[in-house]
């Protein structure tokens, strides 16, 4: 008897690149972020599964010192803090990909399994699919299913594969991820698969894709949900490297169909790809969260690895209306209050230069600005406004250009405000027409994140830090700007056991 099937599922894939200006620090350092300490390399995150309340995440890692390819297993019960239950080779970790999501039935198990799916690097072989499935638990040994899965009416090389479940229509879905193309599938059984049609030309792009994410997102102010397609590319980005973009569509006669063929960005940074995600409770209200890998895209030219990867601060993501269309909100997700060491609130202040806060602050730091926007349009009001910190020998500087209208995260030498805007900018264009601008900003050993206007607008910029930032302080340029409200939470590490 085949039970109805209930899946949450994630995924990421082939996550290379390194840091973008030096080796990274000392792994006796902890660090807000999920992330492997040497000599682990993260090379693939294969999923997030939500079970029973707790979240699973899967990944591939690689042991420098002995050069072997290991599946890892690490739970959590609030995205942040994480403990390392297994890692295992039973699962042939020479394939090109994987993809692990849960189901109340698979095959003859009666109980509830774990089910991964994975395909070889052959251009011969790769659309015969493995089967390998796990029962749910610490430790899982996995077992490979006796049949192989045939995807032979895919013309294409399989680049990555997304098993969802259609909850309208009561059964299965596949879409396979070709370089130009998207394949998809159904099935009430999980082995015996249906091709339904292909993505085609419904949307536009001019670089080949490397990772996929199908998720069903709820708009805001409304009890409707639409399906959101995630696709990452290691060129295209606003920033011109890689980036993850998003299309809001429905599905018609079993084939994914776009509202637009043109792409929105996940991030606009473009140091941010391969999302994934699981539903959670938060409130008793259900949230979907996300995860991506921050990697120097600039150097994703090979399937090689080239450095090691960090995951982002997990988001909460929704769709909201603006302009007659409906775009994609990453928030910060709020879990992060609870890792608070300290807070400080600064009173209400006109910042016109530079205005130091403080001289010396300990990372994981998270800061969060108003500012009064009413005299936006007025001689005087600032040009060019934020906060600055330097780290070694370099300013960073994340705020707002008022003329050119965009948010963003850059790098310039330390004292020379006339370069604040530097050669190194990652920006997202915005035209602001509110009173109040937000911003949040998490600053942690290897990444930046800048989220503005309720996470309407998300940056991700990759970097190396050191445990203290210098010379904390707003800055308003070629006029003033008030800045109304100001919290500023110094964090504790979360914990990562491997």
Known sequence: MIHKPIIILIVLSFLLGGCSDSTK??????????????????????????????????????????????????????????????????????KKGAHVFNTQSFAEMEESALVSYHFKKSTQNQRNIRVYTSKTGENSEWKRYPEVLNLSE???????????????????????????????????????????????????????????????????N???????????????????????SY????????????????????????????????????????????????????RLESDSIQGDNTLIFPRELSLF????????????????????INQKTPDPSKIEGETLFSKENDIPLKIELTFDMNNRKYLGFAEIFGIQFNNKSTAFNIGYH?????????KSPIGDRKQRLGNDISFARYIFTGK???????IDKHSIELFAL??????????????EIDKLRFFADQGSITLKRTKINSLKSAEHAY
Request: aromatic share 12%; hydrophobic share 35%.
């Open 154 to 220: 895919s013309p294409e090389k399989i680049v990555d594969l997304k098993v969802f479940a259609h909850p309208k229509k009561g059964h299965w879905r596949l879409a396979v991820l070709t370089a130009w193309n998207i394949w998809f599938y159904k099935t009430n059984d999980l082995l015996n698969w249906e091709l339904t049609g292909s993505l085609n030309d419904r949307i536009t792009t001019t670089h080949s894709w490397l990772d996929i994410e199908l998720k069903q997102l709820k708009i805001e």
């Open 247 to 298: 299309y809001v569509g429905n599905f018609q006669d079993g084939v994914f169909e776009p509202e637009d063929e043109n792409s929105g960005w996940m991030d606009y940074g473009s140091d941010q790809t391969a999302p994934v995600m699981a539903k959670g409770i938060v409130e008793d209200k259900k949230v979907m969260f996300s995860f991506g890998t921050i990697t120097n895209t600039s």
């Open 436 to 442: 109040e601008m937000n911003l949040q900003v998490i």
């Open 25 to 94: 620090n000392d792994s006796s350092e902890s660090e807000l972020h999920f992330s492997l300490e040497k000599p682990y390399k993260l090379e693939k995150t294969l999923d997030l599964v939500n079970l029973k309340g707790s979240y699973h995440l899967f990944y591939k890692y690689l042991n420098t010192r002995n050069q072997q390819m290991r599946l890892g297993h690490s739970i959590s019960d609030d995205l942040l803090n994480w403990d390392k239950t297994s890692d295992t080779s039973d699962l042939n970790l020479d």
């Open 454 to 467: 309720d996470g309407a607008v998300s940056i991700t910029k990759k970097c190396n830090l050191t445990k």
């Open 222 to 244: 409304s009890e409707s949900k639409k399906w959101v397609l995630f696709l990452s590319s290691k060129k295209g980005s606003p920033n011109q490297n890689g980036g993850a």
């Open 321 to 340: 209306h603006q302009y007659n269309h409906l775009f994609l909100r990453s928030r910060p997700h709020d879990l992060h209050d609870t890792l608070s």
């Open 402 to 410: 008022n003329d050119n209208r965009y948010f963003f995260i850059s």
